[in-house]
C-alpha cells in the first residue's frame, strides 16, 4: 500500500515502504499506525526519533504517511496524523518535526520554525509542532534508517 501510494509522485525517491522495515528492524518505529477497511490496510503513518543538535529529547519525526491511491481525499491521512500526534503527546513528546507539503500539514499546527533546520530539505518544506513548552533549536537529523541499510 505505501509503495503504491508514492508511485508516480515528483516528490518521492520510491523508498518510502524500505524506510518503515529499516526503522522497524532498527527498533527506531516509535510509534506505527494503521486504518484498516475490513480486512485491508488502507494507511500508515509512522513515527521515529529524531537528533536535534545541540540535545533535545524527546522528538520525533512524522513519516512517511501513506493513503492507498483509491482512498486518498477522503480524510485518512488526516486522521492518522491527528491519532499519531495525540499518540505522542501522551508518551510525552516534546515535539515533533516532518518534511512534507505545508498546505496539508499546517491544519494540524505545523509551522517553519528557523530556529530548527533540516540541511537539504528546502526550509519552507520542514514544519516543527512542539508538543511542549520547551523551546528548542539546532539542527535535526532523522534516523540513519532513513537513508540506507542500518
Same mark, same amino acid.
Given at each position: ?47 521515529? #526519533? ?13 513519516? #512517511? ?32 518535526? &516532518? ?16 530556529? &530548527? ?5 528546502? #526550509? ?27
Amino acid at each position: 500500500m505505501t509503495a503504491a501510494a508514492f508511485a508516480g509522485q515528483p516528490y518521492s525517491d520510491q523508498t518510502e515502504p524500505l524506510i518503515i522495515d529499516r526503522l522497524r528492524v532498527a527498533g527506531a518505529l516509535t510509534l506505527s499506525l494503521v486504518a484498516v477497511e475490513g480486512e485491508e490496510v488502507i494507511g500508515h503513518i509512522a513515527f521515529s #526519533p529524531v537528533t536535534i543538535t545541540p540535545v533535545a529529547a524527546g522528538w520525533y519525526g512524522l513519516g #512517511p504517511v501513506a493513503v492507498g491511491p483509491d482512498r486518498q481525499g477522503r480524510g485518512i491521512g488526516s486522521a492518522l496524523v491527528r491519532e499519531g500526534l495525540e499518540k505522542l503527546r501522551e508518551l510525552g513528546a516534546a515535539g515533533c518535526v &516532518l518534511a512534507g507539503n505545508p498546505a496539508f500539514y499546517q491544519r494540524f499546527g505545523f509551522r517553519n520554525d528557523p530556529a &530548527l533546520v533540516f540541511p537539504g530539505c528546502a #526550509p519552507q518544506y520542514f514544519m516543527v509542532l512542539a508538543l511542549s513548552e520547551a523551546r528548542v533549536s539546532g539542527t535535526v537529523a532523522y534516523h540513519p534508517a532513513f537513508f540506507g541499510p542500518v
